[in-house]
């Protein structure tokens, strides 16, 4: 009985945060966040002497890095820098920020790639290349039957 007690009283006294971690909440003000963490330069919550997160790389306890998911329609794959080959549907890739990350459409016997959906590869040629600076990037690539 005293277990749900203590706990609750944790939980109204702000020192259980189980989404909490920092770096991993986008936010645009600091009410944004959760009890205790602030939205910082990087347009992520964290917690107090935590100015930036691009200094964090994948790993840093609690801070997977930044989302990149490869979404693909047709019968191609897609090359990723970040990790390995996304062979169909969607594949998500964790990084650090800022770097640098380079897709590749790769054709698939009569499917051929199309186009590039999405930003920030729309318009560009078979091969994009982006620098990863926001919580989720969104790729989506369509492969045509050529018949």
């Not at 189980?18 to 990087?42: K, M």
Request: charged fraction near 10%; proline fraction near 5%.
């Amino acid at each position: 009985m005293r277990l749900p007690l203590l706990l609750a009283t944790a939980i109204f006294a702000g020192c259980y945060a189980p989404d909490a971690a920092d770096c991993r909440l986008a936010c645009a003000v600091d009410t944004d966040c959760v009890s205790g963490q602030t939205c910082n330069s990087d347009h992520l919550c964290a917690g107090p002497g935590v100015a930036s997160c691009s200094d964090r790389t994948v790993g840093d306890a609690g801070t997977p890095g930044l989302e990149i998911d490869v979404m693909i329609s047709g019968g191609g794959s897609v090359t990723v820098s970040a990790g390995s080959d996304c062979a169909s549907g969607t594949c998500t890739y964790h990084v650090a920020p800022n770097t640098t990350v380079t897709v590749t459409a790769v054709d698939h016997g009569s499917n051929v790639f199309n186009a590039w959906s999405s930003a920030p590869c729309m318009g560009q040629g078979r091969t994009c290349q982006f620098t990863a600076t926001t919580p989720v990037t969104k790729v989506s690539v369509t492969f045509d039957h050529d018949s």
